[in-house]
Protein backbone atom coordinates (compact mmCIF):
# COMPACT_ATOMS: atom_id res chain seq x y z
CA UNK A 1 0.00 0.00 0.00
CA UNK A 2 1.51 3.47 -0.75
CA UNK A 3 2.12 6.42 1.86
CA UNK A 4 -0.48 9.31 1.34
CA UNK A 5 1.36 12.16 1.34
CA UNK A 6 4.99 12.80 -0.31
CA UNK A 7 6.23 15.56 0.61
CA UNK A 8 9.84 17.63 -0.06
CA UNK A 9 12.61 16.70 2.42
CA UNK A 10 13.64 19.62 4.49
CA UNK A 11 16.72 19.87 2.74
CA UNK A 12 14.99 20.12 -0.92
CA UNK A 13 12.94 23.26 0.84
CA UNK A 14 15.44 24.71 2.53
CA UNK A 15 18.24 24.27 -1.22
CA UNK A 16 14.98 25.87 -3.01
CA UNK A 17 15.05 28.82 -0.66
CA UNK A 18 18.45 29.71 -0.52
CA UNK A 19 18.75 29.93 -4.61
CA UNK A 20 15.46 32.09 -4.53
CA UNK A 21 16.69 34.38 -2.77
CA UNK A 22 19.69 35.11 -5.01
CA UNK A 23 17.35 35.96 -8.08
CA UNK A 24 16.81 39.38 -8.73
CA UNK A 25 13.07 39.65 -8.21
CA UNK A 26 11.60 39.95 -4.79
CA UNK A 27 10.26 36.01 -3.24
CA UNK A 28 6.71 36.98 -3.97
CA UNK A 29 6.63 38.27 -7.49
CA UNK A 30 8.37 35.11 -7.97
CA UNK A 31 5.91 33.08 -6.26
CA UNK A 32 3.19 35.18 -8.38
CA UNK A 33 4.41 33.93 -11.63
CA UNK A 34 5.14 30.43 -10.49
CA UNK A 35 1.06 30.36 -10.04
CA UNK A 36 0.85 31.70 -13.47
CA UNK A 37 3.02 28.95 -14.55
CA UNK A 38 1.34 26.19 -12.59
CA UNK A 39 -2.45 27.13 -14.25
CA UNK A 40 -0.46 27.04 -17.60
CA UNK A 41 1.27 23.99 -16.93
CA UNK A 42 -1.97 22.14 -16.05
CA UNK A 43 -3.96 23.55 -19.11
CA UNK A 44 -1.07 21.74 -21.27
CA UNK A 45 -1.64 19.82 -24.21
CA UNK A 46 0.01 16.70 -25.50
CA UNK A 47 1.53 17.79 -29.20
CA UNK A 48 -0.59 16.80 -32.13
CA UNK A 49 0.85 14.90 -34.94
CA UNK A 50 1.89 16.67 -37.88
CA UNK A 51 -1.24 14.59 -39.64
CA UNK A 52 -3.84 15.55 -37.66
CA UNK A 53 -2.61 19.44 -37.16
CA UNK A 54 -2.64 19.96 -41.18
CA UNK A 55 -6.13 17.62 -41.01
CA UNK A 56 -7.67 19.85 -38.36
CA UNK A 57 -6.65 23.80 -40.01
CA UNK A 58 -7.81 22.31 -43.24
CA UNK A 59 -10.75 22.00 -41.58
CA UNK A 60 -11.18 25.26 -40.21
CA UNK A 61 -10.11 26.69 -43.34
CA UNK A 62 -12.61 25.34 -45.14
CA UNK A 63 -15.07 26.36 -42.67
CA UNK A 64 -14.68 29.92 -42.87
CA UNK A 65 -14.11 29.92 -46.88
CA UNK A 66 -17.84 28.43 -47.14
CA UNK A 67 -18.81 31.09 -44.35
CA UNK A 68 -17.22 34.00 -46.27
CA UNK A 69 -19.18 36.32 -48.63
CA UNK A 70 -18.01 38.84 -51.46
CA UNK A 71 -15.26 36.90 -52.84
CA UNK A 72 -13.42 38.83 -55.61
CA UNK A 73 -14.20 37.89 -59.15
CA UNK A 74 -11.57 36.53 -62.46
CA UNK A 75 -11.79 39.92 -63.49
CA UNK A 76 -10.83 41.84 -60.04
CA UNK A 77 -7.86 39.54 -59.43
CA UNK A 78 -6.63 40.84 -62.49
CA UNK A 79 -7.38 44.58 -62.07
CA UNK A 80 -6.13 44.69 -58.99
CA UNK A 81 -2.98 42.35 -59.74
CA UNK A 82 -4.04 39.56 -57.02
CA UNK A 83 -3.41 42.18 -53.69
CA UNK A 84 -6.61 41.70 -52.36
CA UNK A 85 -6.70 37.75 -52.91
CA UNK A 86 -2.83 38.21 -50.77
CA UNK A 87 -4.96 40.30 -48.10
CA UNK A 88 -7.97 37.87 -47.84
CA UNK A 89 -5.17 35.41 -47.73
CA UNK A 90 -3.45 36.64 -44.74
CA UNK A 91 -6.31 37.44 -43.18
CA UNK A 92 -7.65 34.28 -43.26
CA UNK A 93 -4.43 32.28 -42.18
CA UNK A 94 -4.21 34.59 -39.14
CA UNK A 95 -7.85 34.12 -38.53
CA UNK A 96 -7.12 29.94 -38.44
CA UNK A 97 -4.54 30.31 -36.33
CA UNK A 98 -6.04 32.71 -33.92
CA UNK A 99 -8.84 29.68 -33.92
CA UNK A 100 -6.38 26.86 -33.23
CA UNK A 101 -4.39 28.58 -30.13
CA UNK A 102 -7.77 28.91 -28.78
CA UNK A 103 -8.67 25.39 -29.07
CA UNK A 104 -5.34 24.68 -27.96
CA UNK A 105 -3.60 23.68 -30.93
CA UNK A 106 -0.64 26.02 -30.22
CA UNK A 107 1.64 23.55 -28.46
CA UNK A 108 5.12 24.61 -28.26
CA UNK A 109 8.20 23.27 -25.87
CA UNK A 110 8.98 24.75 -22.78
CA UNK A 111 11.57 27.22 -22.36
CA UNK A 112 13.11 28.63 -19.52
CA UNK A 113 15.57 30.99 -20.25
CA UNK A 114 16.37 33.14 -17.32
CA UNK A 115 17.25 32.40 -13.48
CA UNK A 116 13.80 34.21 -12.78
CA UNK A 117 12.28 31.85 -15.03
CA UNK A 118 13.75 29.00 -13.53
CA UNK A 119 12.95 30.01 -9.60
CA UNK A 120 9.49 30.41 -11.22
CA UNK A 121 8.92 26.44 -12.51
CA UNK A 122 10.78 25.41 -9.29
CA UNK A 123 8.65 26.98 -7.21
CA UNK A 124 5.86 25.93 -9.28
CA UNK A 125 6.81 22.43 -10.04
CA UNK A 126 9.25 20.97 -7.51
CA UNK A 127 7.27 19.80 -4.95
CA UNK A 128 4.32 18.06 -7.26
CA UNK A 129 7.09 16.47 -9.44
CA UNK A 130 8.59 15.17 -6.10
CA UNK A 131 5.25 13.67 -5.05
CA UNK A 132 4.90 12.17 -8.81
CA UNK A 133 8.27 10.74 -8.81
CA UNK A 134 8.35 9.49 -5.06
CA UNK A 135 4.86 7.27 -5.81
CA UNK A 136 6.26 5.56 -8.79
CA UNK A 137 9.03 4.57 -7.34
CA UNK A 138 7.09 3.30 -4.46
CA UNK A 139 6.54 0.38 -6.59
CA UNK A 140 9.91 -1.15 -6.16
CA UNK A 141 8.57 -1.74 -2.80
CA UNK A 142 7.99 -5.20 -4.66
CA UNK A 143 11.93 -5.62 -5.28
CA UNK A 144 13.33 -4.60 -1.74
CA UNK A 145 16.73 -5.90 -2.91
CA UNK A 146 17.22 -4.32 -5.36
CA UNK A 147 19.49 -1.21 -4.58
CA UNK A 148 20.52 1.15 -8.08
CA UNK A 149 24.19 2.62 -8.37
CA UNK A 150 23.75 4.47 -10.73
CA UNK A 151 20.59 6.65 -12.32
CA UNK A 152 20.15 8.88 -15.21
CA UNK A 153 17.22 11.59 -14.72
CA UNK A 154 16.58 13.17 -18.27
CA UNK A 155 15.14 16.24 -17.97
CA UNK A 156 15.69 17.20 -14.92
CA UNK A 157 14.31 20.13 -14.16
CA UNK A 158 13.78 21.80 -10.98
CA UNK A 159 15.88 18.55 -9.59
CA UNK A 160 13.16 16.47 -8.04
CA UNK A 161 13.81 13.47 -9.47
CA UNK A 162 17.14 13.89 -7.68
CA UNK A 163 15.71 14.23 -4.12
CA UNK A 164 13.01 11.29 -4.70
CA UNK A 165 16.06 8.85 -5.71
CA UNK A 166 18.08 10.05 -2.57
CA UNK A 167 15.09 9.58 -0.55
CA UNK A 168 14.35 6.08 -1.79
CA UNK A 169 17.95 5.28 -2.36
CA UNK A 170 20.20 6.76 0.18
CA UNK A 171 23.20 4.84 -0.67
CA UNK A 172 23.39 5.78 -3.96
CA UNK A 173 26.51 5.97 -6.04
CA UNK A 174 25.97 8.15 -9.11
CA UNK A 175 23.02 10.20 -10.31
CA UNK A 176 23.36 12.27 -13.64
CA UNK A 177 21.02 15.00 -14.52
CA UNK A 178 20.40 15.90 -18.18
CA UNK A 179 18.49 19.30 -19.36
CA UNK A 180 18.78 21.21 -22.47
CA UNK A 181 18.35 24.28 -20.16
CA UNK A 182 20.86 26.21 -19.11
CA UNK A 183 19.10 28.66 -16.98
CA UNK A 184 17.26 25.22 -15.07
CA UNK A 185 20.65 23.65 -14.79
CA UNK A 186 22.30 26.48 -12.90
CA UNK A 187 19.25 27.54 -10.81
CA UNK A 188 19.30 23.68 -9.54
CA UNK A 189 22.71 23.25 -9.41
CA UNK A 190 22.38 26.55 -6.55
CA UNK A 191 19.25 24.39 -5.05
CA UNK A 192 21.48 21.42 -4.47
CA UNK A 193 24.27 22.92 -2.75
CA UNK A 194 25.43 21.98 1.39
CA UNK A 195 24.71 25.41 3.62
CA UNK A 196 28.29 26.61 4.25
CA UNK A 197 29.72 29.62 4.54
CA UNK A 198 31.97 29.21 1.45
CA UNK A 199 30.82 31.67 -1.95
CA UNK A 200 27.71 30.28 -3.68
CA UNK A 201 29.66 28.46 -6.42
CA UNK A 202 32.41 26.97 -3.90
CA UNK A 203 29.57 25.39 -1.74
CA UNK A 204 30.15 21.29 -2.27
CA UNK A 205 27.16 19.68 -3.15
CA UNK A 206 24.40 18.06 -1.15
CA UNK A 207 25.59 14.70 -2.82
CA UNK A 208 29.35 13.26 -3.79
CA UNK A 209 28.90 12.14 -7.25
CA UNK A 210 26.04 14.39 -8.70
CA UNK A 211 26.81 15.10 -12.73
CA UNK A 212 25.43 17.93 -14.82
CA UNK A 213 25.23 17.52 -18.56
CA UNK A 214 23.09 19.01 -20.92
CA UNK A 215 23.39 16.50 -23.39
CA UNK A 216 23.33 12.35 -22.85
CA UNK A 217 26.75 10.92 -23.26
CA UNK A 218 26.77 9.64 -26.96
CA UNK A 219 28.33 6.67 -26.06
CA UNK A 220 26.50 3.53 -25.77
CA UNK A 221 28.83 2.54 -23.41
CA UNK A 222 27.72 4.52 -20.50
CA UNK A 223 24.70 2.84 -18.92
CA UNK A 224 22.59 3.50 -15.79
CA UNK A 225 20.45 0.91 -13.46
CA UNK A 226 17.69 3.58 -13.58
CA UNK A 227 16.57 6.02 -16.25
CA UNK A 228 13.32 8.64 -15.35
CA UNK A 229 12.30 10.57 -17.99
CA UNK A 230 9.53 12.66 -16.33
CA UNK A 231 7.11 14.68 -18.47
CA UNK A 232 9.51 14.98 -20.96
CA UNK A 233 7.88 13.25 -24.06
CA UNK A 234 5.27 16.22 -23.95
CA UNK A 235 8.38 18.22 -24.42
CA UNK A 236 8.96 16.77 -27.86
CA UNK A 237 6.71 17.66 -31.13
CA UNK A 238 6.59 13.95 -33.47
CA UNK A 239 5.83 10.48 -32.69
CA UNK A 240 9.02 9.72 -34.80
CA UNK A 241 11.52 11.93 -32.53
CA UNK A 242 9.52 10.50 -29.02
CA UNK A 243 10.13 6.98 -30.24
CA UNK A 244 13.93 8.01 -31.23
CA UNK A 245 14.19 9.13 -27.46
CA UNK A 246 12.78 6.37 -26.50
CA UNK A 247 14.93 4.25 -27.82
CA UNK A 248 17.96 5.84 -27.42
CA UNK A 249 17.33 5.50 -23.50
CA UNK A 250 16.28 2.08 -23.52
CA UNK A 251 19.28 1.23 -25.30
CA UNK A 252 21.07 3.08 -21.82
CA UNK A 253 19.30 1.58 -19.02
CA UNK A 254 20.98 -1.71 -17.53
CA UNK A 255 17.24 -2.50 -16.14
CA UNK A 256 14.53 0.13 -15.59
CA UNK A 257 13.27 2.95 -17.67
CA UNK A 258 10.60 5.00 -16.04
CA UNK A 259 7.73 7.32 -18.12
CA UNK A 260 5.80 9.96 -16.08
CA UNK A 261 3.42 11.58 -17.74
CA UNK A 262 0.23 14.11 -17.14
CA UNK A 263 -3.05 12.51 -16.56
CA UNK A 264 -4.68 13.83 -19.70
CA UNK A 265 -5.52 10.83 -22.28
CA UNK A 266 -3.44 12.59 -25.26
CA UNK A 267 -0.26 12.11 -22.30
CA UNK A 268 -1.13 8.29 -21.31
CA UNK A 269 -1.40 8.10 -25.14
CA UNK A 270 2.18 8.86 -25.97
CA UNK A 271 2.97 6.40 -22.81
CA UNK A 272 1.51 3.76 -24.52
CA UNK A 273 2.90 4.25 -27.75
CA UNK A 274 6.35 4.32 -26.10
CA UNK A 275 5.36 1.18 -23.96
CA UNK A 276 4.10 -0.91 -27.48
CA UNK A 277 6.90 0.37 -29.37
CA UNK A 278 9.84 -1.26 -27.14
CA UNK A 279 7.61 -4.20 -26.58
CA UNK A 280 6.64 -4.93 -30.23
CA UNK A 281 11.03 -4.10 -30.93
CA UNK A 282 11.97 -6.06 -27.95
CA UNK A 283 10.11 -9.47 -29.66
CA UNK A 284 11.23 -8.53 -33.07
CA UNK A 285 13.89 -10.97 -34.13
CA UNK A 286 16.92 -9.49 -35.94
CA UNK A 287 16.59 -12.67 -38.33
CA UNK A 288 19.76 -11.90 -40.36
CA UNK A 289 21.58 -11.74 -37.41
CA UNK A 290 20.30 -14.82 -36.03
CA UNK A 291 20.90 -16.76 -38.91
CA UNK A 292 24.26 -15.85 -39.51
CA UNK A 293 25.44 -16.43 -35.95
CA UNK A 294 24.21 -20.40 -35.80
CA UNK A 295 25.59 -20.99 -39.39
CA UNK A 296 29.08 -19.38 -37.97
CA UNK A 297 29.21 -21.44 -35.11
CA UNK A 298 27.33 -24.90 -36.83
CA UNK A 299 24.14 -24.42 -34.83
CA UNK A 300 22.36 -24.24 -37.29
CA UNK A 301 19.19 -26.65 -37.09
CA UNK A 302 16.28 -27.17 -40.20
CA UNK A 303 13.61 -26.57 -37.28
CA UNK A 304 15.14 -22.95 -36.70
CA UNK A 305 14.86 -22.05 -40.44
CA UNK A 306 11.51 -23.20 -40.72
CA UNK A 307 10.32 -21.23 -37.70
CA UNK A 308 12.09 -18.07 -39.63
CA UNK A 309 10.47 -19.00 -43.23
CA UNK A 310 6.97 -19.77 -42.18
CA UNK A 311 5.18 -16.40 -42.80
CA UNK A 312 1.82 -18.11 -41.25
CA UNK A 313 3.37 -17.44 -37.42
CA UNK A 314 3.12 -13.88 -36.13
CA UNK A 315 6.45 -11.93 -35.14
CA UNK A 316 5.68 -12.75 -31.19
CA UNK A 317 5.20 -16.50 -31.88
CA UNK A 318 8.35 -16.66 -34.19
CA UNK A 319 10.34 -15.11 -31.36
CA UNK A 320 8.85 -17.58 -28.30
CA UNK A 321 9.36 -20.56 -31.09
CA UNK A 322 13.05 -19.31 -31.68
CA UNK A 323 13.68 -19.11 -27.57
CA UNK A 324 12.80 -22.49 -27.69
CA UNK A 325 15.00 -24.19 -30.44
CA UNK A 326 17.94 -22.48 -30.27
CA UNK A 327 20.71 -24.26 -28.41
CA UNK A 328 20.72 -23.98 -24.97
CA UNK A 329 23.13 -21.01 -24.04
CA UNK A 330 22.52 -18.83 -27.35
CA UNK A 331 20.41 -15.80 -27.12
CA UNK A 332 17.80 -14.60 -29.75
CA UNK A 333 18.83 -11.37 -31.48
CA UNK A 334 15.90 -8.79 -31.02
CA UNK A 335 15.86 -5.30 -32.61
CA UNK A 336 15.88 -3.68 -29.30
CA UNK A 337 16.38 -5.85 -25.91
CA UNK A 338 13.35 -7.17 -24.55
CA UNK A 339 11.45 -5.44 -22.86
CA UNK A 340 8.34 -6.58 -20.04
CA UNK A 341 5.88 -4.26 -18.13
CA UNK A 342 6.88 -3.80 -14.46
CA UNK A 343 4.28 -1.48 -13.39
CA UNK A 344 1.59 -0.61 -13.53
CA UNK A 345 -0.04 -3.22 -15.99
CA UNK A 346 0.20 -6.57 -14.47
CA UNK A 347 0.62 -7.66 -17.95
CA UNK A 348 2.74 -7.24 -21.44
CA UNK A 349 -0.88 -7.17 -23.41
CA UNK A 350 -2.33 -4.40 -25.06
CA UNK A 351 -4.52 -1.64 -22.62
CA UNK A 352 -7.77 -2.59 -21.73
CA UNK A 353 -8.34 0.97 -21.39
CA UNK A 354 -7.86 1.79 -25.27
CA UNK A 355 -6.47 5.08 -26.15
CA UNK A 356 -9.25 7.56 -24.65
CA UNK A 357 -9.13 6.82 -20.93
CA UNK A 358 -6.06 7.32 -19.11
CA UNK A 359 -5.03 5.30 -16.15
CA UNK A 360 -4.19 7.66 -13.47
CA UNK A 361 -2.98 8.04 -10.27
CA UNK A 362 -2.63 10.72 -7.84
CA UNK A 363 -0.20 11.76 -4.77
CA UNK A 364 -0.96 14.59 -2.41
CA UNK A 365 1.52 16.48 -1.03
CA UNK A 366 2.74 20.17 1.18
CA UNK A 367 3.08 22.70 -1.71
CA UNK A 368 5.89 25.03 -0.97
CA UNK A 369 5.57 28.88 -1.33
CA UNK A 370 7.73 31.56 -1.22
CA UNK A 371 4.95 34.64 -0.26
CA UNK A 372 4.23 32.20 3.18
CA UNK A 373 0.68 32.08 2.11
CA UNK A 374 -1.55 28.40 2.69
CA UNK A 375 -2.49 26.47 -0.40
CA UNK A 376 -6.09 27.31 -0.33
CA UNK A 377 -7.57 23.81 -2.46
CA UNK A 378 -7.75 21.79 0.16
CA UNK A 379 -9.02 22.38 4.27
CA UNK A 380 -5.39 20.90 4.99
CA UNK A 381 -3.41 22.81 2.47
CA UNK A 382 -1.97 20.05 1.04
CA UNK A 383 -2.42 19.65 -3.16
CA UNK A 384 -2.80 16.62 -5.18
CA UNK A 385 -1.34 16.02 -8.45
CA UNK A 386 -2.37 13.50 -10.79
CA UNK A 387 -0.35 11.58 -13.29
CA UNK A 388 0.10 8.56 -15.48
CA UNK A 389 3.12 6.39 -15.46
CA UNK A 390 4.98 3.40 -17.03
CA UNK A 391 7.92 1.40 -15.75
CA UNK A 392 9.92 -0.99 -18.43
CA UNK A 393 12.39 -3.65 -17.36
CA UNK A 394 14.85 -5.37 -18.74
CA UNK A 395 14.14 -8.91 -17.87
CA UNK A 396 11.48 -11.60 -18.27
CA UNK A 397 7.79 -10.91 -16.20
CA UNK A 398 7.96 -12.78 -12.60
CA UNK A 399 5.82 -15.86 -12.79
CA UNK A 400 3.00 -15.37 -10.55
CA UNK A 401 3.81 -12.09 -9.45
CA UNK A 402 0.13 -11.01 -8.81
CA UNK A 403 -0.11 -7.52 -9.74
CA UNK A 404 -3.84 -6.52 -10.18
CA UNK A 405 -4.16 -3.08 -10.11
CA UNK A 406 -6.84 -1.55 -8.82
CA UNK A 407 -8.49 1.23 -11.36
CA UNK A 408 -11.95 2.14 -8.84
CA UNK A 409 -12.01 1.05 -5.54
CA UNK A 410 -15.45 2.29 -4.28
CA UNK A 411 -16.11 2.34 -0.86
CA UNK A 412 -19.56 1.80 0.28
CA UNK A 413 -21.66 1.21 3.31
CA UNK A 414 -20.43 -2.44 4.25
CA UNK A 415 -18.88 -3.28 1.22
CA UNK A 416 -16.33 -2.68 -1.31
CA UNK A 417 -16.41 -2.62 -5.35
CA UNK A 418 -13.49 -2.25 -7.42
CA UNK A 419 -12.83 -2.04 -10.93
CA UNK A 420 -9.27 -4.24 -11.25
CA UNK A 421 -6.73 -4.48 -14.60
CA UNK A 422 -6.38 -8.03 -14.24
CA UNK A 423 -2.96 -9.81 -16.18
CA UNK A 424 -5.48 -12.27 -18.72
CA UNK A 425 -8.96 -11.44 -18.58
CA UNK A 426 -9.08 -7.45 -19.15
CA UNK A 427 -10.85 -5.57 -16.35
CA UNK A 428 -12.73 -7.20 -14.07
CA UNK A 429 -15.02 -5.65 -10.92
CA UNK A 430 -14.23 -7.52 -7.47
CA UNK A 431 -17.08 -6.98 -4.87
CA UNK A 432 -16.31 -7.67 -1.07
CA UNK A 433 -18.32 -7.22 2.09
CA UNK A 434 -17.84 -7.27 5.80
CA UNK A 435 -18.62 -11.18 6.01
CA UNK A 436 -15.01 -11.65 3.87
CA UNK A 437 -12.96 -10.61 7.19
CA UNK A 438 -9.07 -9.54 6.38
CA UNK A 439 -9.79 -9.36 2.59
CA UNK A 440 -12.72 -6.70 3.12
CA UNK A 441 -10.58 -4.69 5.66
CA UNK A 442 -7.20 -4.78 3.60
CA UNK A 443 -9.60 -3.83 0.24
CA UNK A 444 -10.87 -1.15 2.30
CA UNK A 445 -7.22 0.16 3.21
CA UNK A 446 -6.28 0.73 -0.83
CA UNK A 447 -6.44 3.42 -2.58
CA UNK A 448 -6.78 3.67 -6.93
CA UNK A 449 -3.87 2.70 -7.68
CA UNK A 450 -2.85 0.70 -5.60
CA UNK A 451 -2.07 -3.35 -6.47
CA UNK A 452 -4.81 -5.65 -5.08
CA UNK A 453 -4.39 -6.94 -1.84
CA UNK A 454 -5.77 -10.29 -2.66
CA UNK A 455 -5.14 -13.23 -5.63
CA UNK A 456 -7.76 -13.81 -7.89
CA UNK A 457 -9.06 -16.78 -9.11
CA UNK A 458 -11.27 -16.53 -12.12
CA UNK A 459 -14.19 -19.03 -12.58
CA UNK A 460 -15.81 -19.02 -15.69
CA UNK A 461 -19.57 -19.24 -15.83
CA UNK A 462 -22.16 -19.82 -18.96
CA UNK A 463 -23.30 -16.63 -18.66
CA UNK A 464 -21.84 -13.19 -19.78
CA UNK A 465 -19.97 -12.13 -17.29
CA UNK A 466 -16.90 -14.43 -15.24
CA UNK A 467 -16.76 -14.49 -11.57
CA UNK A 468 -14.21 -13.81 -9.57
CA UNK A 469 -13.00 -15.04 -5.90
Same mark, same amino acid.
Given at each position: MTRKEFNLPQKAIDGLRNAVVTCDRPAKQLQNEADQLANKLEQRRFPESPEKLKKVRDEVKKKLKSGKKGE???????? !? @? @??????????????? =???????NFNWKPLEITSKEAAAAYSLARLAPNYAEIARVLEEFNRIPDFKPETVLDYGSGSAAGFWATISRWPDLKEITMVDLSDAIMKFSMDSLRKETDAPDDGRPFVHNNINFRRHLVTSLNTTYDVII???????????????????????????????????????????????? !????? @??????????????????? +??????????????DYEKFVMLNEAVPPGEVVPTMLPTATVMAP????? @??????????? !?????QPIRADGRRSEKEADGTEETKFTFMILEKAPRRINAHTERILKNRKLGGHVTCDVCTAFRGIQRVTLSKKHGEMYTAMRARRDGDV????????? +??????? =?N
Open positions: ISDFDKEA !F @G @GKVQEAQNYELRNEV =DRIMKKAAHRMLCEVGSSETRLQLIESLWKRTNRFLILIESSRAEAFGGILEARD !FLLTQ @GTLVDYRKLLKTLEEKVML +SPKVVRIVEDYNLSCPHDL @GCPLGVHNACT !FSSRFLPINLRTVT +SSGIFDV =D
